[in-house]
């Protein structure tokens, strides 16, 4: 199960020092969180953190023992060092990130009112927004089994969009995109229509049952086979507490989540894709893959963060296998 390592190749902006098994490519800002819930305007402090889905599903695949690399732009400056020194300690390949000038890190803001998380962002005019077709050397993903991107990307600008399908295209890779809809970026409308034209070049899909009704207003298993008919070889559905569907080798498969007291649902969505693609990548079958990633998604909800109760490879079984481990 161990990811394949091999020596790197130098190219126009670094030496690499081992073969980067998935590469994701996407923003990751400064987060602001308030030490305690409630409204921001009542908070005493704010700790600083980061977020960013795709360097979340880095995270995740690097704490299982996966090699990964990310592809980014951050602003030269303090925030941009705070996202590169947090992505980089995580044993994530940040060979390939630019530090631009002019051009800010961006950030976003997060207070959890009531049942409810809000977020605030300013991302707007940020280094990561100025992605566009020929941002990275595409030789970086020569030996990469896989490329993660989502729909986050591509809404940020046309510059971006434009930059997400130049990736897809120019990966000569696995594609693995999550549809990640965000209301407050672009409209159901402008989401479904990239999503369906980049999905002729998806291998495999990842789409949440909420977005799902937000974008083609159903989630069930007729969506999913429309969906693999345009291009996927597999379509995946999170459907949260009520487990995961996938089509796969045109067979549906489900898997029941596991329960766990919920802290914090933000990142358990990049945690399940990560699981997925670990199972893929370990050679597993798609239910042992359904599997995997339904625990990465309840070990990310019973923990406060974005990545950072996300487990390594022997707690990860541990809990699939309900191996109790006392802590002491």
Aim: charged share 25%; net charge negative.
């Amino acid at each position: 199960m161990n990811s394949r390592l091999a020596s790197g190749r130098t190219w126009p902006f670094c030496r690499r020092s081992a073969l980067t098994s998935v590469v994701t490519a996407g923003e990751t800002m400064v987060l602001g969180v308030p030490a305690r819930p409630g409204r921001l305007r009542h908070a005493a402090s704010v700790q600083l953190k980061i977020g960013g889905a795709e360097s979340n599903v880095a995270i995740a695949l690097s704490r299982l023992g996966i090699s990964t690399g990310w592809m980014s732009l951050l602003g030269d400056d303090e925030p941009g060092q705070l996202v590169l020194d947090r992505v980089r300690g995580e044993g994530v390949d940040t060979s390939s990130v630019r530090r631009v000038q002019g051009f800010p890190t961006g950030l976003y803001l997060r207070e959890q009112v009531g049942p409810e998380a809000r977020v605030y962002y300013y991302r707007s005019g940020s280094a990561a927004s100025t992605m566009a077709p020929g941002a990275f050397d595409t030789d970086y993903l020569e030996d990469a089994k896989c490329l993660h991107l989502t729909g986050i990307t591509p809404s940020l600008s046309d510059d971006c969009r434009a930059f997400t399908l130049w990736a897809a295209r120019a990966a000569g890779t696995l594609l693995s995109f999550d549809v990640n809809y965000r209301s407050k970026l672009w409209s159901p409308e402008e989401a479904r229509g990239f999503v369906e034209e980049i999905l002729p070049s998806v291998g495999i899909l990842f789409v949440g049952d909420e977005e799902a009704e937000a974008l083609w207003g159903k989630s069930d298993g007729a969506l999913v086979r429309e969906l693999a008919a345009a291009g996927p070889q597999e379509v995946v559905l999170k459907r949260g507490k009520e487990g995961s569907l996938a089509l796969v080798d045109s067979r549906v498969i489900t898997q029941p989540a596991f329960p766990v007291r919920e802290v914090d649902s933000i990142g358990a969505g990049d945690a399940f894709d990560a699981g997925y693609l670990a199972g893929h990548l370990w050679g597993l079958s798609p239910e042992e893959r359904l599997r995997t990633a339904n625990a990465m998604g309840a070990l990310s909800v019973a923990t406060l963060g974005d990545y950072e109760g996300l487990p390594d490879r022997e707690e990860l079984w541990a809990f699939i296998e309900g191996r109790k481990n006392l802590g002491r």
